[in-house]
């Protein structure tokens, strides 16, 4: 995978600045422009006062200054409108291609997801995290450039006039943009992290809490809960009460160095006035253009303090994009060793093959499938059957191409399957596992997941096959008709259903069956699997089960344990040489 790879590798916030480095540019000469015009509106009306209190005999001596305000102000509001445009534009662009990036990244680990994230983690990812990195730009990156350009404006600027009163202040303002940023990051480095991965840890116990809230409810301990959260909550609160008592101080130092620039500025004004270098009128000039210029230093502090928010939500990132190797070197977006050809052929009949196949997980780890052999030409159904743990699902991956053998191979029509990609293996393979979602929209939309350009009439013959005539003829729209979220308008059996005609419709030639059974009655088991049974011919099934309901409509059965196969055959053959097979058959069939 070697294009997922590299997108994983690489860094969530360079690459953008090059990719937009037009629209920064024009964001970062807005910026300084907008701070200029407020600082020349504060610098004009100073004067305009000045020299009105001396009451000029004609109003046309201050005309100039009152045509300066007008001109500053309205073009301080235009400027900095225009400077929000550009800047938000930029970040929106942003922000959607890091969600899609990271979509990207997840959506190969899509068979991997529930057992390495929880689902806590995956939103806050892309809720928290993304938000925090867009505000890396408008925040911190180019409110401290914008401080830094017109630092060196301010100092150069009064060094026309004294030097020595320049470098003094470039010190107080040296003290906003350096030291009390510095200090700021040094206090709060270690609590903001403390926050943020607390708060994290809230959105994953309040998503569990959310997706369990019925069995809380009916357990009795509702309760617990809320008491354990709000004690959680108050923690997390207490921490940041105190990052904004800090803020408070810190506000409250630069105010007071604000404070110290403008008692200067004054005393040096009024002695350059005395002196005769400057005119007496610039006096108020001089001290008001530092209230607009001390907007662009002070928020130095606060956007420095927020690094230690964006090095964790980089490293949430980079976690997950660091998971996004499931297929190793063989698979991922686009770099495959498989023609369109090949898939096309694959598309229309596939031939799986696995040969002496093991694969761990970890290099520690024992293997979940250990020289496991299967030979499965296209229209063969596989049942495989064994306890939890004994590696079924693993093997399902490895058919599916989600995961590369650590010994072995795994071909589809002789080619390996972790070859076809993400493009490649959904029109081979198609499954239909125990918890299919089934979005908040209606029963067609649905079912066109399994191919989004069906016209109407093919996801009507695909609702049929699926048994569901009867079902879609009761409602009151029909196939128009909302599932609500996860579908919960119908019974398991129905959704089971939708699953099953979503499936037919994506027309693949292998269907894969991971207990799509679980948590449905006997009865219903039964019907279900009549459906699929016989809306399935031609197909290649491989059938993961629990349970032995329907084993002799199977042209072979394997019975795994600890990743290696210890029985196979028909239902017929292992029925009459296999006790133990006997006897699971006899404990599902308890009337037989």
Do not use: C
């Amino acid at each position: 995978m070697k294009a997922q790879g590299q997108q994983g590798q690489e860094p969530w916030i360079t690459p953008y600045f090059r990719m937009y480095n037009g629209r920064f540019a024009l964001y970062l000469i807005l910026g300084v422009m907008t701070l200029l015009a407020a600082s020349m509106l504060m610098f004009t009306s100073g004067f305009l006062i000045s020299k009105s209190a001396t009451m000029p005999y004609n109003v046309l001596l201050v005309y100039v200054p009152i045509v300066g305000v007008r001109a500053f102000g309205i073009g301080r509001a235009v400027i900095h409108y225009v400077e929000r445009l550009v800047g938000h534009d930029a970040v929106l662009r942003i922000l959607s291609k890091m969600r899609v990036r990271l979509y990207r990244i997840l959506e190969p680990q899509a068979l991997f997801i529930r057992s390495r994230y929880r689902t806590g983690d995956i939103l806050g990812a892309l809720a928290d995290d993304i938000e925090q990195l867009q505000n890396v730009y408008i925040r911190t990156v180019f409110p401290s450039l914008i401080a830094l350009v017109l630092y060196a404006a301010v100092v150069i600027a009064l060094g026309f006039f004294d030097w020595t009163f320049a470098l003094l202040i470039a010190l107080y303002i040296f003290v906003l943009v350096a030291v009390l940023p510095y200090i700021s990051l040094k206090l709060t480095r270690r609590m903001d992290t403390e926050v943020k991965r607390e708060r994290n840890g809230l959105y994953q116990k309040l998503t569990d809490a959310v997706m369990g809230i019925g069995d809380w409810v009916i357990s009795g301990r509702s309760d617990v809960f809320l008491r354990e959260y709000e004690r959680d909550e108050a923690a997390v609160m207490r921490k940041e009460r105190k990052l904004r008592s800090w803020a408070r101080w810190r506000m409250l130092i630069g105010q007071l160095v604000v404070g110290l620039a403008v008692v200067s500025m004054i005393y040096w004004a009024g002695g350059q006035a005395a002196a005769g270098r400057i005119d007496y009128t610039l006096i108020a000039a001089f001290v008001l253009v530092i209230i607009p210029l001390a907007d662009a230093f002070l928020p130095v502090s606060e956007a420095v303090q927020r690094l230690p928010e964006y090095r964790e939500s980089l490293n949430r990132l980079e976690r997950i994009s660091g998971g996004g190797h499931a297929r190793g070197d063989g698979g991922g977006d686009g770099d495959y060793s498989v023609s369109p050809e090949t898939i096309a052929k694959a598309a229309s009949s596939a031939h799986l093959k696995l040969e002496r196949v093991r694969f761990a997980y970890g290099a520690e780890d024992g293997n979940s499938v250990d020289g496991v052999t299967l030979d499965i030409p296209q229209g063969k159904r596989v049942a495989v059957i064994g306890r939890s743990g004994a590696g079924k699902s693993t093997l399902l991956k490895l058919i599916q191409g989600a995961i590369a053998p650590t010994e072995g191979a795994v071909t589809i029509n002789g080619m390996p399957a972790a070859d076809f990609g993400d493009d490649g293996i959904p029109r081979i393979i198609s499954v239909l596992n125990q918890s299919p979602h089934l979005f908040d929209t209606t029963v067609a939309n649905n079912i066109r997941l399994g191919r989004p350009d069906a016209e109407m009439e093919e996801i009507a013959r695909a609702a049929e096959q699926a048994q569901l005539g009867g079902l879609v003829a009761g409602l009151p729209r029909g196939l128009d008709t909302p599932m609500r979220e996860t579908g919960q308008r119908f019974s398991g059996g129905e959704r089971q259903r939708v699953a099953l005609a979503r499936v037919l419709l994506q027309n693949t030639p292998v269907l894969i069956l991971d207990e799509p059974t679980v948590g449905l009655d006997p009865r219903t088991e039964r019907e279900l699997l009549s459906t699929i049974f016989r809306s399935t011919a031609g197909k290649t099934l491989v059938w993961v089960t629990h349970h032995l309901v329907g084993a002799e409509e199977m042209d072979e059965i394997i019975f795994m344990e600890h990743g290696r196969i210890l029985m196979r055959g028909t239902h017929a053959e292992l029925m009459e040489r296999e006790p133990r097979y006997r006897n699971l058959y006899h404990l599902d069939r308890p009337g037989e």
